[in-house]
């Protein structure tokens, strides 16, 4: 009781906290037994690895039981191919104009699940813009001493100079076709996006920033995801309140070529933050 | 339809339209006032949608698209999803308002676009969590949320901020990946993705007692993902490094929504996909009661121990989550009703207790340490009655909003009798633990030496959120009655 | 037993793939291993996946006849969820290995081991 009194008359420290200290403590004790914190720190990992491995095992061992009550496998009669499988594969070309039936259901039918899948990759690109844009010296100073531009590289230089353009017409084919054949927006845009980097690293990223600067990448990025909300909301809108409005059969070919843009520019933009903490 | 129907869904792309205008880099304040405006908007726009609907008594199912369940895309609106939407995006505008100040000392002035990118995300992603009828899209959004949410955290730039969102960051991931198994188990024994016909589909096989393993399996999956990702008890040592390191507006939202987020996921899977009988034949709910008390417990014992403000409200936290799986876990109607009730309770007491601790720490030199907050309360009041209101909300003082919730679940505890006896104990022993810090930290800012040399700032901002959020706590406490027929009506169409 | 397992065997290939990421992110002390064995834990789902969307002498669902004999082509809807699922894959693996580039900026090492004792003679 007079360890409280004495607290509330400001006298002493905090009751209840660290067995009742007479003054507060101003830093850590400095601390020579270094080698009894490490044993304890041994200690505390290999019961740590040990709690770990039974806890792994255990799982896969629920996982196994569990996934041994699964439907057999590669059979027609599973309960995955319903009725809801059947109309993506029937009705698909009627409904979205996608021969495609993989890029007409992610596309139209789960669109807003896509629109969630292009947000999580915008945020992604946000977030390493966050961690890792140099906009302060220290920060510029890390960002060279992680990453040191190698030397042009002659081999590097010549093969590209014959490989980005193909990859750049297979990745517009991709993303141009992906509505009717294997392929579309995330597919083209990772291949276009493969492009820019080899064509970064082969001929340095100076070349790449005298058509590909902040500007651009920002428009390219952001008109394309903007297309992409305005263009779904819209389909939304329209279709929940039951107007006809013929939008469900080009979407799908419009939010394609605005999901390649979105996804080349993010792939890039991964590459650039990450060498050099700027675009 | 009436118009009104459509609010969620604008709300939703409001949000997520505002989030990627944000990226365009604009100045700091700007940004902030955006993200700002767009929390504002969506609360007045939720609360219009929570009076009409409260009014209409109804629950509607909307088409994301052209095609309606089984092939495209839902959301649905009810009591329940209005009345969270409501408060979540409330929350989210005073946590904004009172977070201002340190928001902007903080955050890389370049950077605050980024960081109110984030907070739009968040938002966006609570509300889809709240709204909607299809569990992949719940996926993809717990993905958005859980990013946005490690970006949060890492908005202050510094070493120990960086290390938090690296364990945040893994073991969300990990909980992530648990629960994507666990729905590609369900879908491929139901061969849906739409909340309705997975339940019929989960019906007609509870009901012929078939492929009970893999059922059993996706739902403790999807619980153990749910569960670390908002702090349930043996995943819960990601918590108060991340939440007590962050900026104050981080720390709030945080705390106060975004682990509530995959409460309210779980509530929905467990009442609309898989109905509390389902859950408790397959013994999972025991298993997340337990689960709830060890971290009521836990959470509150380790939190006396803490001496740095935001790291003991980081520690109380996990004990309140505690109290919403307790909730959860007992497995019938009033139990939920309950924790819903914990859910929004807390949602407005942890963020005002943030609020209020970043500012007493903002008038005590921008020290966390609690002896170092002695006597603050004395230099900003408002602050002071804002710590002491939440405080005696978490220890479960009548008049406040934690009491309704700790009652709610006592009461709710009654009708199952095996759990009756553990959960009254762990009530009253928790509500004594939380008694033992919260109180001598009460006392301690409200004690001691009133004036320094240095007078501070006004911050009219924060006032005005701590105000708000203290007058939530009460309104919370005082109209339990209506509240909770309101979380009862809205369980009964989820 | 057995046969169930045999017949499912891409599933428990699955299973064990996913509990060998898992075993190694909670127990390798390197930050970049870890962001490996979330992609192989991410891959597993993946393989679990596409295992439920084959039917044996089904095609893949590019419409060749505009879809007028359903029974042709597989269920499209696993292809879609992995699709969305590797999006998300890449995402959090850039997103990670971005915040350990930081850390490493910050602490100069990627072990986890390392870095806790780096933490604390900082005083952190």
């Not at chain 1, 004790?29 to 040990?50: E, M, S």
């Not at chain 1, 992409?228 to 070529?257: C, H, K, P, T």
Request: aromatic share 10%; with cysteine; hydrophobic share 55%.
């Amino acid at each position: 009781m007079s360890a409280l009194r004495r607290w509330l008359d400001g006298e002493s420290g905090y009751p209840l906290r660290a067995g009742w200290r007479e003054t507060p403590p101003k830093k850590p004790k400095t601390r020579p037994a270094r080698r009894d914190d490490r044993r304890q720190l041994d200690g505390f990992l290999r019961a740590y690895a040990l709690c770990a491995i039974v806890l792994c095992m255990l799982l896969a061992l629920c996982l196994i039981l569990g996934v041994a009550g699964l439907p057999p496998f590669a059979d027609a009669g599973n309960p995955t191919n319903n009725e809801v499988a059947e109309r993506y594969v029937g009705s698909a070309e009627e409904e979205t104009g996608a021969e495609n039936a993989v890029a007409g259901m992610i596309l139209n039918y789960r669109g807003f699940d896509t629109f969630g899948e292009s947000c999580v990759l915008f945020v992604a690109l946000c977030c390493v813009e966050l961690l890792l844009r140099a906009t302060t010296p220290a920060l510029r100073k890390e960002a060279e001493a992680c990453e040191k531009e190698a030397a042009r590289d002659a081999i590097l230089a010549t093969v590209a100079r014959f490989i980005v353009p193909c990859v750049l017409v297979f990745g517009l084919c991709i993303l141009f076709h992906g509505h009717l054949s294997p392929g579309g927006g995330f597919s083209g845009g990772a291949v276009l996006g493969a492009a820019l980097i080899l064509f970064a690293a082969a001929f340095g990223r100076d070349r790449v920033r005298r058509f590909f600067t902040r500007r651009v990448f920002d428009a390219v990025r952001i008109s394309g995801l903007m297309l992409y909300a305005v263009m779904f909301g819209l389909y939304v809108f329209l279709g929940a309140n039951g107007v006809e409005s013929g939008l469900s059969r080009w979407i799908v070919q419009i939010i394609d070529v605005a999901v390649g843009l979105v996804v080349m520019s993010t792939m890039y933009g991964f590459f650039a933050f990450y060498t050099k903490g700027e675009l | 339809m009436p118009f009104v129907w459509n609010l969620p869904f604008f709300c939703i792309f409001l949000c997520m339209i505002a989030a990627i205008l944000l990226s365009l880099g604009p100045r700091a304040r700007l940004a902030w006032g955006v993200s700002f405006g767009v929390a504002a908007a969506c609360a007045l726009a939720s609360l219009v949608f929570l009076v009409r609907i409260a009014r209409a008594d109804t629950a509607f199912a909307y088409t994301m698209g052209k095609f309606p369940a089984p092939f495209g895309n839902e959301i649905k609106g009810g009591p329940l999803q209005g009345l969270f939407g409501f408060v979540f995006s409330l929350v989210m505008c005073l946590c904004l308002l009172g977070g201002r100040t340190d928001f902007f000392a903080d955050v890389d002035e370049k950077k605050t676009g980024l960081a109110c990118v984030m907070l739009c995300m968040v938002l966006a992603s609570l509300f889809v969590l709240t709204y909607t009828n299809d569990i992949f899209t719940a996926y993809v959004f717990i993905e958005i949320s859980t990013i946005a949410a490690c970006a949060l955290v890492m908005a202050k730039d510094s070493g120990p901020t960086l290390v938090a969102t690296v364990r945040y960051l893994f073991l969300s991931l990990l909980g992530s990946g648990m629960f994507l198994f666990g729905l590609v188990l369900l879908y491929a024994v139901t061969g849906h993705l739409l909340m309705p016909q997975l339940s019929a589909a989960v019906a007609k096989l509870a009901a012929a007692g078939e492929r009970r393993g893999v059922l059993a399996l996706s739902l403790g999956l999807m619980t153990a993902g749910l569960g670390v990702k908002s702090a349930m008890f043996p995943f819960h040592r990601w918590l108060p490094d991340a939440h007590g390191s962050a900026t104050t507006a981080s720390s709030a939202v945080l705390s106060g929504l975004v682990v509530k987020g995959y409460a309210v996921l779980l509530i929905l899977l467990y009442v609309r996909v898989f109905t509390l009988d389902t859950v408790r034949a397959l013994r999972v709910s025991d298993a997340v009661f337990v689960l709830g008390f060890s971290g009521m417990i836990l959470g509150s014992v380790r939190a006396i121990g803490e001496t740095h403000v935001k790291r003991m409200l980081a520690w109380s936290t996990v004990a309140q989550v505690g109290y919403i799986f307790m909730g959860v876990g007992l497995g019938t109607g009033a139990g939920v009703a309950a924790a819903c009730f914990q859910i929004l309770a807390h949602a407005f007491a942890k963020p005002l207790l943030f609020v209020s601790a970043g500012r007493l720490s903002a008038v005590s030199g921008h020290e966390k340490q609690l002896f170092a907050l002695r006597g603050s309360a004395r230099r900003a009041p408002l602050a002071g009655l804002g710590f002491g209101v939440g405080a005696l909300s978490m220890v479960g003082i009548p008049l406040f909003g934690g009491f309704a919730a700790k009652a709610g679940l006592a009461l709710g505890s009654i009708p199952d009798g095996t759990k009756t006896a553990v959960a009254l104990g762990v009530l009253a022993l928790s509500s004594v633990l939380n008694a033992l810090y919260y109180l001598p930290a009460l006392i301690n800012v409200w004690s001691g030496a009133p004036a320094e040399a240095s007078r501070p700032g006004r911050d009219d901002a924060c006032s005005a959120a701590i105000l708000l959020l203290a007058a939530g706590v009460l309104t919370l406490g005082l109209r339990f009655g209506p509240v909770m027929d309101l979380i009862v009506r809205g369980l009964a169409l989820v | 037993m057995l046969t169930l397992l045999v017949q499912n065997r891409y599933a428990v290939t699955a299973s064990v793939l996913f509990a060998v990421g898992f075993l190694h992110v909670l127990l390798h002390p390197d930050l970049i291993r870890k962001v490996v064995a979330f992609n192989i834990m991410d891959a597993s789902v993946f393989l679990l996946l596409a295992s439920r969307g084959t039917v044996a002498g089904r095609a893949a669902a590019i419409l060749t006849d505009g879809g007028a004999d359903p029974s042709r082509y597989v269920n499209p809807i696993p292809a879609g969820l992995v699709l969305t699922g590797i999006v998300v894959s890449v995402s959090v693996s850039a997103f990670s290995l971005a915040l350990i580039q930081r850390v490493y900026g910050v602490y100069g090492t990627t072990d986890l081991r390392r870095l806790l004792e780096a933490m604390k003679k900082r005083g952190e």
